[in-house]
């Protein structure tokens, strides 16, 4: 590699006054950056307490279009006039120490290496990287007391100096997809919280170690299953305990009066009359869940099946599975030190398809994993399309079906493929209020979860940065496209068509690089190409060449 090359990681040259930047002062594609070019503006300068980090790399992400096209009415945001204190989307970054404020210089050197996890509370507030903090659309950012001082520590998490760029800043979506898949599932109702107990039938239930001795808990008969008028009135729960087998209006009712982080606990022998809209947002996004037990000892509701990772030797199904995300949440299968036996990756298109089997081949048979990919459009109807799942399983359901794309219908349809013990995760950002017809049933007599889950933390960051470091996972492997900075906009776009088949990096030290795939390096860099593994896998020889042959030192 040249020396321009080293000088370039260490940073030893001198902070430029001026850097490009995105900034976003409005609602739409058009309001991020100038008649469609990045800005030149002032690099901050650190303040005493500060630090002045370059962005070495920045991932695009899907919700950085949602940012992009809501502006100011994005959650985060909410408050902000974007046009006078605009801030920069990109949170999926590798970063390295620029300029040290005067006293952090015993703390951190120049050169020194940083991810973030952007999720970033301070004094309870979030204020996200890449949302409230202006993130990596920009050559540098400055990190202060929100991200150095948080209410979890230091958002700021340091990356071996032999861990490629575009994998540092992959790891941020991949630690979304352990969180996923690490949730810790509450074994009793929440200490403390409001509770409610709705008797359907006279019967021999069991209560013991449900609620503690001091617990406030309401009590309601509802004879039959039938909706008491009174319900709707008692107001938010924390925990929701059907005694017997509810009426389905009694169960929908029963649900909208969770709070968030709320568990509706049915205690049944016997299947409810008919399936019950739940609201699969709020599933996602405000992590309520739904259990179930045919057991007497209700308690055993909240500790069967707290599994939320996939089940080894199982059969995995999961849909929509050749976008950015799905690829990874089925790279992630196959390269478990327990993987699955059998996993089923779905999608309506063919074409993408076919680039992600490209890519999963090889880790499928290194894991003696079966590996099935399934067009729904090749089929003439839902229903053919559901029995050759039902055909995969041999009748027996999956153990673990795992839902991409946003669409509620797509959770009713898992619904009908699940074994005993199935967990099914919506891992899809599906708004709150949309609704899809389950049935509840299944819950109690046969164990089945649904679950859900929105972001990541300091610890699932971690052990993904682990994971990648140590090679147990390979995150290059999820980069499709490589840019340089002035493709931001068009890189952001391309995500919003659905045109990217797998993730895009872009590289903020490389001014104007043309987004390309990297099936596609071979005729616009032959040495970069040389470089790639199989399939045209992203490598850090690969990006160390493409680096050291197109960064501009400024």
């Given amino acids: 590699m040249t020396s321009t090359y080293q000088q370039w990681r260490a940073h030893d040259y001198p902070v430029p006054p001026t850097m490009r930047a995105w900034p976003l002062t409005g609602a739409g594609f058009q309001s991020l950056g100038r008649s469609r070019q990045p800005v030149t503006v002032s690099v901050p300068k650190p303040g005493p307490r500060e630090l002045l980090l370059r962005v070495d790399a920045v991932g ?7 940012l992009i096209r809501a502006g100011a009415d994005h959650p985060r ?17 590798s970063l390295t120490v620029a300029a040290i404020g005067a006293d952090l210089t015993h703390q951190y050197s120049r050169g020194d290496r940083f991810t973030i996890q952007a999720d970033v509370y301070y004094q309870g507030k979030n204020l996200a990287f890449g949302y409230w903090i202006p993130g990596g659309y920009s050559e540098y950012v400055l990190a202060g007391k929100e991200i150095l001082e948080g209410d979890e520590g230091n958002y700021l998490l340091p990356i ?28 009793q109702p929440l200490p403390g ?33 039938r909706l008491p008028h009174s319900l709707a009135g008692l107001g938010m729960f924390d925990d929701i305990v059907i005694l017997g087998t509810p009426h389905p209006d009694l169960a929908a009712q029963c649900l909208r009066q969770l709070d968030a982080g709320g568990l509706l606990c049915i205690a049944s022998d016997r299947p409810l009359a008919g399936p019950v809209p739940l609201d699969i947002g709020r599933l996602h996004y405000e992590r309520v869940r739904v259990l179930g037990t045919a057991s007497r000892e209700v308690i055993s509701a909240y500790r069967e099946n707290n599994r939320t990772d996939l089940k080894p030797n199982g059969i995995a199904w999961f849909i929509g599975a050749a976008g950015p995300m799905g690829q990874m949440h089925v790279q992630r299968a196959l390269q478990l030190d327990d993987p699955p036996r059998k996993v089923i990756a779905s999608d309506v298109s063919a074409e993408r398809t076919a680039y992600a089997l490209a890519r999963w081949r090889s880790l499928a048979a290194r894991h003696a994993v079966e590996l099935v990919t399934l067009n729904s459009s ?55 209020g949309n ?23 300091i610890e699932d960051l ?16 999820s980069l499709g496209v490589v840019g340089g900075i002035a493709q931001a906009l068009e890189a952001v776009e391309s995500v919003a068509r659905a045109e990217t088949p797998a993730k895009t990096v ?28 199989d399939s045209a896998v992203w490598t850090r020889e690969a990006e160390g060449q493409f680096l050291a042959t197109h960064l501009v030192i400024p």
């Fill in 60 to 66: 695009i992400c899907f919700s950085d279009v949602k």
């Fill in 77 to 93: 945001l909410r408050g902000r006039d974007l046009r006078t204190d605009p801030t920069r989307p990109g949170h999926e970054v």
């Fill in 160 to 187: 071996p100096n032999d861990m490629g760029y575009a994998e540092t800043a992959l790891c941020e979506p991949w630690a979304c997809i352990e969180a996923s898949a690490r949730q810790i599932a509450r074994e």
């Fill in 193 to 225: 919280g409001r509770a409610l107990i709705v008797e359907t039938q006279a019967g021999d239930w069991s209560l013991r170690g449900v609620f503690p001795p001091d617990q406030d808990v309401a009590r309601l008969d509802a004879p039959g299953g």
């Fill in 378 to 432: 090749d089929c003439s109807s839902q229903a053919e399309y559901l029995s050759r799942v039902t055909e995969e399983t041999g009748g027996e359901g999956c153990d673990d079906i795992v839902v991409l794309a946003p669409i509620p219908e797509l959770v009713a349809q898992a619904s009908t493929q699940v074994a005993a013990g199935c967990v099914v995760n919506i891992f899809a950002g599906i708004p709150v």
């Fill in 435 to 457: 609704e899809a017809k389950l049935s509840l049933s299944e819950i109690s007599l046969r164990r089945v979860r649904y679950i859900g889950a929105s972001g990541s933390r």
């Fill in 462 to 477: 971690k052990t993904v940065l682990e994971k990648a470091h140590t090679g147990r996972l390979d995150a290059n492997r």
């Fill in 506 to 533: 872009l590289f903020p030290s490389i001014p104007d690089f043309p987004l390309t795939a990297l099936e596609d390096l071979q005729s616009a860099d032959p040495a970069i190409a040389d470089l790639l593994a």
